[in-house]
């Protein structure tokens, strides 16, 4: 069975949308991008029509690549002490001359709508990670107790989907580029979880009958894109999240729900 993750993203903007209307200011998040890699303008374009559908509103602050990191961390502080801005994404990836997590240091908890940030107490979860916790709650997979593989150890993905997991208490494994017998590891898994960004390196033969699969990863081949997990396995799992259209639209509108929760969190303070 495949999960279609618009339709999901669908319902859950359909809720958000109501409940933003109920607020007496609207939820705003502004969103920093750094350079003009495409894959970004991309992703910060669909970040900013699926605010516009759920109602919140959205600032965008593009800086030239040349940019040095003094510049970008005052425009960071001066969102982190606008008291209107209430969620701020640092859109990833970041050239060259930028220290990634001294950047998100720098924004405040209970605005980090991405929890990328190390220290982030705020009780936030990072859209990604929210996103696979939505399709296996949804699908009624018993997360405590299961034997949990995530494959990749990314900062965006990997590893906090992995954190999130074992915070519902799964018996989580790691996998990256230096596991052994990465074959052995995936097929004992009741859930696995691929963020890599590696076309089709999840075969069939790498998967236990009945498993719950959730592609994360994401690859552009001769135009299309494809994602970590050969289509194959849906016949073996118990469901699998296609690329495109799983995982992807639920990471948008969960970053949106971030920004509701970061709303109601300076409101109540």
């Known amino acids: 069975m495949l999960i279609d993750g618009k339709k999901i993203a669908a319902e859950i903007e359909a809720r958000l949308a109501r409940e933003i209307r109920r607020l007496k200011a ?3 998040l502004a969103v920093i991008l750094v350079g003009d890699d495409p894959a970004s303008a991309v992703y910060v374009r669909k970040k900013q029509e699926a605010a516009a559908r759920v109602g ?11 940019t040095n990191p003094s510049g970008l961390m005052k425009q960071v502080r001066k969102l982190a002490n606008d008291p209107y801005v209430h969620g701020i994404v640092v859109q990833l990836p970041l050239p060259k ?4 997590d001294e950047i998100l240091a720098l924004i405040p908890p209970e605005k980090d709508v991405d929890a990328l940030n190390n220290a982030n107490p705020s009780g936030l979860i990072g859209a990604t990670a929210g996103a696979v916790l939505e399709v296996l709650n949804r699908q009624k997979v018993k997360i405590a107790g299961s034997l949990t593989v995530v494959v990749g150890r990314g900062k965006v993905a990997g590893l906090p989907v992995a954190m999130a997991l074992l915070a519902n208490d799964a ?6 580029s230096k596991t052994k017998n990465l074959v052995e ?9 691929s963020a890599v960004g590696k076309p089709a390196m999840i075969t069939p033969a790498m998967v236990k009958k009945g498993a719950a699969v959730i592609d994360v990863g994401i690859s552009r081949v001769e135009g299309k ?8 396995v849906e016949k073996k799992a118990r469901f699998l999240t296609p690329v495109p259209g799983g995982i992807g639209p639920l ?19």
């Open 225 to 232: 894109l494809r994602g970590d997990v050969d289509p194959a």
């Open 56 to 66: 919140v509103d959205f600032s965008l602050y593009v800086l030239p690549s040349s």
């Open 97 to 100: 001359q930028f220290n990634i």
């Open 251 to 269: 990471t948008v509108v969960k970053l949106l729900e971030n920004v509701f929760l970061a709303h109601k969190l300076q409101n109540t303070r």
């Open 185 to 193: 590891l995936t097929k004992q898994a009741d859930i696995l979880v």
């Open 171 to 176: 018996t989580v494994t790691i996998a990256h």
């Open 26 to 28: 609207k939820p705003r």
